[in-house]
């Protein structure tokens, strides 16, 4: 194979670019995937107070503004060396968990669901939620709207605002909630429940219901034996807003917990001359390239990875839908893998769509656990903090992976230094690698299927739900897919457009 | 004329008699020259506010008559369609890649004379497009505006976190304030 080494001055970046080089045999050498990179915001942010953060971060992307709004908020807990009273905790967990419910839906409808519900080889003009609620009714799109119109009031009451929250500071909140609020928030929430399991049923009749679709979730293309990385509670259960991280071995063994402070002993970067992006993976395993496999260093963040990583799921719907996503799609394949014959580890990447529904499920009941706890209306919402603040590090689980704030600062709580591993730099290599596989399928000695090449590499990235960050409001909406396809040589040999 | 921050105006519920319009400065502040909707926005309800209170007794302008409420937003598709319902009309102000002039250049655009790319999902692999998700809004029969004005300046892409406009994207900013007005002026007009 000849490499294609391209100056850093010349780094490729851009929307949606997929690059492929060819082997002289014509056969998938590597893939490259470009995310366009924010850059220097580290940077941007020193020399600012620390309570700046919640609101700062929130505008990183209009994608997940709730995210960074939580670990920004925590990370100035820890920098103060303050410990919120308990309703600040769940009150902002209260949010965190209408946000989930709001971000899941739309991924599932808008954006992956369609692949499903329309079919993987329906025209791309048709796999949208138009298609969705053309194919399945105009309830459905109903549903949706409502679902997010009720997780938008909840942010609203808590967060202050509807799209950007601005009411955690360190020590907890700036506002709390009425019992009037409590009962309309405990309201939405069953409705939630509901439409969770209803997106459940549907996923079971569409997908489960259908051979074709079982036989490409659990086939070979969309699978790769990774390492997993979710938080977990105390029980080793699934939790989005605090925890330990647990990490877990392609086998399903687990290898550690660690407090997100100390993410540094366990997490490395590794850097590519292609990208400026930099590619994380497990420290104590190593990088060993865009390989798969025990011995690589290679980890994943997503729904389906938060279920891997923990033990199940702390709400009693979701459990039971955890452990029905396990007996079916844990082979017999999977388990010969292991020392003891037994695993409980999924590796199939279309399965995430799935994981995201027994998440979105566990997001909803949450969400009315949290709305009838009895300390959800104290007043006792804020400690102020006492000692000088130093440097902390804040972690939640992003809808797309585990998301690191870790702040510095001076003894008046101005910002020297600032670290940011978001959700989709956690995938960045898996996403590569499903990516090379997809195009392996389409392109063998020197013949490329065009027919078909984009949509299954869409389909490969997708099921990450992976962040492009600012390129989400911009007018008029171009995002188009680039595929450009190298010889050995480095010659292009195609270019594929899809203004999908 | 009536101006209201959307913070203290629902977006649902509670009937306002008057045509409302919406103007939403669009983009990222912290972006650079994305940041130039957020400011045209801000410079557009000062000089509302201002004219509101030199109207002078017996004067008349035509957007008297409407409730304008002014926001700001970082977002797209759904979440931005779902901010219009409610709306008669509203109007867009946002940094913009054609290409087809030259950096600073102003465009006024209904929207739906702008391309729609994004007829799959891939715009955002989170997202829809706007005119996806308003025509999902629409199919769903909420009140959504009749017209959507787009105006946009040219500007080339930035991945650089700044809170400072460029001075050619600085130098658009007044008469996009003016252009803003001027189309305000026109659709409180049109929906009477």
Redesign the interface.
Known sequence: MQRITIDPITRLEGHGKVEIFLNEAGDVANAYFQIPELRGFERFCVGRPVEEMPILTNRICGVCPEAHHMAAAKAGDAVYHVDPPPTAKKLRELLYSAFYVTDHTTHFYALGGPDFIMGPTAPVAERNILGVIHKVGLEIGSKVIQARKYGHTVIEMIGGRKVHPCTSIPGGLTKGITEEQRKEIEQMGHWAVEFAQFSLKLFDDIVLGNQAYVDLVVGDTYSHRTYYMGMVDAKKHVNFYDGQISLVAPDGERIGMYDPHDYTDWIAEHVEPWTYLKFPYLKKIGWKGFVDGKDSGVYCATPLSRLNAADGMATPRAQEEYERFYATLVTEEAKRYTATGDTKVVHHRLATHWARLVELLYAAERWVELATDPEITSPQIHAVPQEAPTEGVGCVEAPRGTLTHHYWTDERGILTKVNLIVGTTNNYAPITMSIKKAAQQLIQHGTVVTEGLLNQIEMAFRAYDPCFGCATHSLPGQMPLEVIIRDAAGNTVDVLHQHC | MEIRSV?DSP?TGGVIPQPRILIIG??????GD?GFGWRVASHVECALQEQSKTVGEGETHSSMVAAVEVER????????M??MIGYDAAI?I?????GQQPIGSLYSYSLES???????????????????AL???R??V?KLPDAIW?I?VEVEPT????ESLTPAIMAAVPCAVQLVIKKLDQIAEEVL
């Open positions: 913070s977006l669009l983009g990222n502040p912290l972006l994305d937003l970082a977002v797209g598709g759904l979440r931005l779902e901010q867009l946002d940094a913009i890649t054609l702008l391309p729609s790319y994004s007829v799959g999902h891939l715009y955002s692999a989170h997202d829809t497009s706007l005119q996806v025509e999902m809004g199919n769903l909420a787009v946009g991945f650089i976190f700044s």
